[in-house]
């Protein structure tokens, strides 16, 4: 059974860096495309990064691009999103999602209606 669970958000300061962590249960992360979404109060939940499948290529928003990276750890089966210099806005709970289609596919794309399994969520709060 394909479980995804998040972790590592919280409350850091404008400026400040968090790394949050996607623990992956039930397949090979590794295999397939993983992607990051944020949704904000009252926002939409919107795409921020994403990673192709064995080492493809990687997406980012224009707002994150620059200050976030997306890294795998095959090992471990998991993906990491590290955020430096964090500002307000991106402040929301963030999600990591898998999409079950994309064996072996090296590009992905961060939309929400290609990910069909989803974590719970975890907050990051920007805020001094």
């Known amino acids: 059974q394909v479980h995804l669970v998040e972790s590592g958000g919280g409350l850091v300061q404008p400026g400040g860096s968090l790394r949050l962590s996607c623990a992956a249960s039930?397949?090979?992360?590794?295999?397939?495309?993983i992607g990051w979404f944020r949704q904000a109060p009252g926002k939409e939940r919107e795409g921020v990064s994403c990673?192709?499948?064995?080492?493809?290529?990687?997406y980012y928003a224009d707002s994150v691009k620059g200050r976030f990276t997306i890294s795998r750890d095959n090992v471990k089966n998991m993906v990491y999103l590290q955020m430096n210099s964090l500002k307000p806005e991106d402040t929301a709970v963030y999600y990591c999602?898998?999409?079950?289609?994309?064996?072996?596919?090296?590009?992905?794309?961060?939309?929400?209606?290609?990910?069909?399994?989803w974590g719970q969520g975890t907050q990051v709060t920007v805020s001094s």
């Open positions: 990673i192709g499948s064995s080492g493809g290529t990687s």
């Open positions: 039930g397949f090979t992360l590794s295999y397939y495309n």
């Open positions: 999602a898998t999409d079950s289609k994309s064996r072996g596919r090296r590009s992905c794309v961060a939309a929400r209606g290609s990910y069909d399994y």
